[in-house]
Each structure stands twice: as C-alpha cells, then as structure tokens.
C-alpha cells in the first residue's frame, strides 16, 4: 500500500533521524557502510521531495496548487504539532536533497575519514533542514533550527585545526546569540497572541489591539534580527565568510542552503503575519531593501578584495544573499518569482564552487599564491632572455576539466545569458519595472532602480573577480602542480554544473511553477484555511464512539 501523501510530508524528517541515529551504533572504521547509509537515505529523500512537488503542485486546482497539512498526535488545530506542505516547502525540500547527494559523495574521498560521525552529523543536518521548511509553528521551527545548528557546529570543527576552531568558536557564539533573540521574540509574540502556529497568528494578528502592536512588532522584528543573521545581512554578515572558508568541502557545499534558510523564514513569515496594506505602510520592506542593498555592496567589496577562492565564495553567498533580501523589499509577486529561481541557481552554483574550490586548491602553493599576487600588483620588471615560449604544449586533463567547471562557476555566479542565473535577474528587473503587471500603469519607484542597477554591478564585480582568479589559478600559475582528483569528487561537481544548464533549457515550466508559488505566498489565504479547517484522521476508537 502506498502512503498517501500525509504520510509522506513527515518521512524527510523521520528518515534522516533514524538513519542518522542507526550509524551510531557502528564503528567509526566501517566507512563503506555509513556512506552507503547516507548515501542511500539522501537518494530517498530526493525521490520523496519529487513526489511531493506533484503533489504540491499538480494537486487540487492549477492556480493554488494542494497544501498538505499533518497533524502529528492527531491533535486539532491550532494545538497540534503541524507539518505543512505547499509550493515553497517542497521546492526547498527538492534543493536540500539536490545538495546532499553530490556533497556526501564528495566527502568518500578524504572527509569522511577526517573525524568521527561525520555522517550522522550530516544527516541530523538535513533533518534540522527539512523540519524548518515544512514546520507550521514557531515553537518547532526553533526546535528544528536548532538541531540544524547543532550539526553544523560538528560539521564546522570536523577534522580540527586552528583555523577552523577559531571560525568554528565564532560561529557558534553567534548563532547562539541568535537562538537567544530567535526565543525573545517568539515569547513576546505568544505573550500578545497566545498562540505559536503561524496560520493561527496570522488569524489573530490583524485583531491585536492597537495598544498591544506594538509588543508585537518588537517581538517580530527581534525574531527578524535572529533569521536576518544567519541570511548574512550587513551588518550582521561578519561570522559568514571566514566560517565558510574554513568549513570542509562537502559542509560548505551544503552550507550554502543553510543562509537561504533565514531568507524562507522571514519570506514566509512576513508575507503571512503582515498584510499587504500593513507591509506596504513600511513594517519591514525598507529594512530589507536598504539591508540586501548594503549587503550586496558588501559582498561586492569582498568579491574584489578577496586574494583566497575560499573566502571569493563566502562573499558570493552573502551577494546571494542580499540579492534576495533586496528582492523580497520591493514587495511585488513578480520580483518574488524571480527572487526564488535566483535563489535556486546560486545556491546550486555556490555550492559547485565551494567542492571545485578544493580540488583547485590541491594544486597551489599558498608562497606561490603570495607571490603571483605580487607580480600582479607590482608587475615583473626582469625579463629571462633564455624565456622560451611554450607553444603547442598540451594542458593536463585533469587541469583542462577544472578549468572548465570552473569557467563555468564564473559564468553562474556573474549571471551570464543566457543561464538561470540572468534569467532569474532579468524577471526580478522587468517585475520591479512593471509594478502591477504590464498593464499596472503604476510608477516605477527609485527602489526598482537602485536594486537594478546594485544587480548589474554586483554581477559586474562577480565576473571581475573570477575572471582574476581563473587566472592566476590556471593561466599563469608560479609553480604549476597538477592535482590529484578523483573520479568521486570531480562527478559532484559536474552533476551540480549539469544540473543548472537543465534549469535553463527548463527555465519556462520553473518559471511558471516559480509564479505560482509567489502568487500562493502573496495570496496566503489557502495556507491558512488548509491549516485552520485541517480534519483529524479517522481512528477506529472514534468510529465506534460516532
């Protein structure tokens, strides 16, 4: 019998729970085994999120899709602990099993052997992941939260060294600054409301007393600060590209969905709390514009100063980042839609360059490094005579491949038709030009034209810098040393490269289903009812009292 799919919304939390406490029970040595597991539980959790994705999307009606509720404990709500599945949570769920699977074969290389329980971590980490994406109430979007970030600190300090113990030490205090704000907010939110589920709260808040909002907003925008750290807004941002950098291969690979978790959260959140009127009055959308903007200059700086490919990366993330941040300021569905594609193409680009960036790395010498940034800065004044120009001379395979996927980390992260990336930006720039749709009639607001303009210089600035470091990584290295690669790490990353070329001979059908999810968000009244008006399943017990 196959689970219908209530059944199905729990299993991307249930499953990489008990896979991941299973691998405890065996010894540390049998590493076939665990990756295996892992490996295996990832697979699954990619087949269960595209069977949610039909049934979040081709389910119920075209324009609003179906929203699964499950109510564990059989409990009414609002007092149940809920899992809700829409458009957007399955769209998450899909791009975190995408990620796992490369990053998790990339570690059976090197680091899985690097420390104990890397594989249980990693699984625990996925499970923090999916439970923020499908939970529907504050109290367990804090509990998943925090499993998240539990795993994570593991995964940071895996294999030791002093590098990655200070960003690691860092990282933590942070976040659990974070946690602290994340629990001040949320008591402050029950303390006017009463209630923790977020379709209940969104009944609730527009009947708040005018004496009582402003609590509430306090406690909103405490509990924004928390999220709007770990999405790396300026000037919050830091803790994110030292951490990243020091970070093993695979956990930054998968990292990088973990700064899109606090962009879902205030996403959700705000476009469910705050009405359309309230939002546009100004609760919110200028903190986020101003914020993304600063955050993008930020990065952008970053991108251009920085001389490792380890932190060009980490600033990478927070240009993502604030990109969206931005995007998400200008409060139209239009820039959503676009908004939610860049999020999936960067998220998947960084993530292939965070895995390329070692095997590039395992051919340079860090005195070689300091020295061609001399040379590059201050030129090279002797000439040798004896010079003979190498022609004809036949670059190394494993060079000419690295060379390629890294040309084409450089093409997806500047956002270079006709890849996702540009499309995504393009849709962002025509909806901001075109409030109201085509024939909105509306002005186009300086908003529109500050974040078009932050998005062709950020990508200006991307290409600059990676166009640099290609260079100087590949072209005109001091001491050229071909690298050892193997087969299992260098698959990841061209499956990660191949997957965002499909993105964009797909981008039409993405598109569409991007449109119908920032319709749904926009419009959250069917995330509501379905949570409010949730039936409790039928048990014999009750049968027999009816």
């Excluded at 959790?45 to 999307?57: G, Q, W």
């Excluded at 004496?211 to 790396?232: R, Y």
């Excluded at 095997?359 to 940034?373: H, K, P």
């Amino acid at each position: 019998m196959i689970p219908g799919p209530e059944h199905l919304v729990i299993l991307p939390i249930v499953l990489p729970l008990l896979a991941g406490a299973l691998l405890l029970f065996f010894n540390d040595q049998e590493r076939v085994l665990k990756a295996t597991v892992s490996i295996v539980t990832s697979i699954a959790l990619l087949v269960i999120s595209v069977m949610l994705i039909r049934v979040a999307h081709f389910d119920g009606t075209a324009e609003n899709g179906r929203v699964v509720v499950y109510l564990l404990g059989n409990w009414p709500p609002p007092f149940a602990i809920v899992l809700v599945l829409d458009r957007l949570a399955a769209m998450m769920l899909l791009l975190t099993s995408v990620l796992a699977i490369p990053a998790l074969i990339f570690s059976i290389g090197r680091w899985q052997k690097a420390g104990p329980h890397f594989h249980t971590l990693f699984l625990l980490l996925l499970m923090g992941l999916n439970g923020s994406f499908l939970t529907g109430d504050l109290f367990n979007l804090f509990v998943f939260f925090e499993v998240m970030l539990a795993a994570s600190y593991g995964l940071v300090l895996h294999s030791s060294g002093p590098q990655r113990v200070r960003a690691g030490l860092h990282y933590i205090a942070i976040n659990l600054a974070a946690s602290l704000l994340f629990l001040i907010g949320v008591a402050m939110i029950y303390g006017v409301t009463g209630t923790l589920n977020m379709a209940d709260l969104a009944v609730r808040i527009p009947r708040v007393s005018p004496e009582s909002m402003m609590m509430l907003e306090a406690g909103a925008g405490i509990l924004g600060i928390a999220f709007l750290i770990k999405a790396g807004m300026w000037p919050l941002a830091f803790w994110l590209p030292t951490t990243y950098t020091a970070a093993p291969a695979p956990v930054a690979a998968i990292m990088a969905i973990m700064s899109k978790v606090g962009v879902y959260v205030i996403l959700r959140l705000s476009l469910l709390f705050f009405s359309e009127e309230t939002v546009s009055a100004g609760f919110g959308t200028n903190a986020l514009l101003l914020g993304g903007l600063a955050t993008i200059t930020f990065g952008a700086i970053g991108v251009l100063a920085s001389q490792s490919l380890g932190r060009l990366a980490g600033f990478s993330v927070l240009v993502s980042s604030g990109t969206l941040l931005a995007s998400l300021g200008l409060f139209e569905a239009g820039v959503t839609a676009g908004a939610l594609l860049y999020l999936v193409s960067s998220t998947v680009a960084i993530s292939a360059f965070f895995l390329l960036i070692e095997l590039v790395e395992r051919g340079q010498d860090q005195i070689s490094n300091v020295l061609a940034v001399t040379v590059e800065a201050f030129g090279d004044e002797e000439v040798d005579e004896d010079f003979e120009e190498e022609v004809g001379v036949v670059i190394p395979g494993t060079l000419a491949i690295l060379g390629i996927s890294f040309g084409a980390c450089a093409l997806l992260l500047a956002g270079l038709p006709p890849l996702p990336g540009f499309v995504a930006k393009f849709v962002i720039i025509d909806a901001g030009m075109n409030p109201g749709g085509a024939d909105g009639g509306s002005v186009i607001s300086p908003s529109a034209w500050w974040l078009t303009a932050f998005l062709i210089l950020s990508g200006l600035a991307s290409l600059i810098s990676m166009s640099r470091a290609g260079i100087r990584a590949f072209w005109a290295p001091v001491d050229a040393v071909v690298p050892r690669v193997l087969v299992t790490e260098i698959l990841p990353i061209a499956a990660l490269l191949v997957l965002t070329f499909a993105i964009t001979v797909q981008a039409g059908p993405i598109m569409r289903y991007m449109q119908a999810t920032a319709d749904n968000l926009h419009d959250p009244r069917i995330y509501i009812e379905s949570v409010i008006d949730a039936p409790r399943a039928v048990t014999p017990m009750r049968e027999t009292t009816q």
